[in-house]
């Protein structure tokens, strides 16, 4: 379906964009992504899909919006404190993007609903605290064959790599055990988790729309102290419990 | 030959300083400088690190901008230096 007048104006810039174009932004208005966690790089991320109009996105995030969320949260506002946080979420984004669908789930994902979360979309990105919910959702991916876009930060520094499974390392390539000593709770300034989340948009968007070079098999590493990007040619385990037997993509 | 270790994420945190220069024989290997590096280790650095078999798998070890294996046994080269990035799962 072509885009409506409404939709060239509003994405009239964007499409100068070398490689966009009508038929890039066209793609994106179909596509389908699963954001999940919303907080700190999630919110910022599916800020960033939904103004360059993806058609449609399914977030999934628990619980209500707590202080310490404020700092970086950015769908979060402040009279939002103590409610759910999900709908705030469905809220802010609604209000920049009227024409986006939101299917907005108050759950974190887990062994009961990944499958169906995973089902819904046609990429993933994966912006969970905690790994056990990382690798559930990389190994949902993989047995879906769906991509996968990791993004994760930790005080001044953060890393991005894009899944595409059989093609790439998955995540239980690179963390083939549950790491220990991994708290909940990690340092972190807003703008650091905002820059890698954008990074991570900008490669949903790259594959979505079918332009630009992608983070495959590559982790790209930041670090906001000096201000360096690093490029990391990661390898895949043949012996990965989750990946090892997994085909290339058609 | 002269070797830098440097420890990026939760490790940096936990380290007085983020690079160590260390000093090894020609010939020696990725996995020879892990036993070097806990020595001086603090104890959560080192819990963070490692485990009873050496360095913990899911600890990226960074050497010439690719993810090396230590127990492959990769030849260092004089002035290389090896990053340590423990997981990182902030969101």
């Known amino acids: ?250 | 030959m002269q070797i830098t270790i440097q420890l990026l994420g939760q490790a940096r945190q936990l380290s007085a300083s983020d690079r160590m220069v260390v000093e090894v024989a020609e010939g020696a290997s990725v996995d020879d400088l892990i036993p070097l590096l806990l020595t001086e280790a603090s104890n959560p650095l080192r819990d963070l690190l490692s485990d009873d078999s050496g360095l913990r798998r899911s600890v990226m070890a960074i050497l010439r901008e690719e993810t090396v294996d230590p127990s492959r046994g990769d030849l260092l080269q004089d002035g290389d230096e090896l990053s340590l990035l423990p997981p990182m799962s902030g969101g």
């Open chain 1, 1 to 250: 379906m072509p885009l409506t007048d409404e939709e060239r104006a509003i994405y009239e810039w964007q499409m100068w964009v070398d490689g966009m174009g009508e038929k890039g932004q066209a793609r994106l208005r179909g596509a389908t992504a699963l954001v999940t966690r919303v907080g700190g790089l999630g919110g910022p991320l599916a800020q960033s899909l939904a103004a360059a109009g993806i058609g449609k996105l399914i977030l999934a995030h628990a619980g209500n919006t707590k202080p310490s969320d404020l700092n970086r949260q950015i769908l979060q506002t402040h009279d939002q404190l103590g409610q759910s946080r999900i709908e705030s979420c469905r809220r802010r984004l609604l209000e920049l993007n009227p024409r986006l669908e939101i299917e907005a789930i108050p759950e974190n994902a887990s062994e009961e609903n990944v499958a169906s979360l995973v089902a819904g979309a046609d990429i993933v990105f994966d912006c969970a605290p905690l790994f056990e919910e990382r690798l559930l959702l990389n190994r949902e991916c993989v047995r879906q064959g769906k991509p996968l876009i990791d993004a994760a930060m930790f005080g001044l520094e953060g890393q991005l790599t894009t899944i595409i499974p059989g093609q790439t390392p998955c995540l239980a390539c690179l963390y083939p055990e549950l790491p220990p000593g991994w708290k909940r709770q990690f340092p972190v300034i807003g703008a650091v988790s905002a820059v890698v989340a954008n990074l991570a948009a900008l490669e949903g968007i790259k594959l979505l729309a079918g332009f630009g070079e992608l983070l495959t098999g590559k982790l790209l590493i930041y670090d906001a102290r000096s201000m360096t990007f690093r490029k990391i040619t990661l390898h895949r385990r043949p012996d990965c419990s989750v990946c090892g037997k997994t085909p290339p993509p058609a």
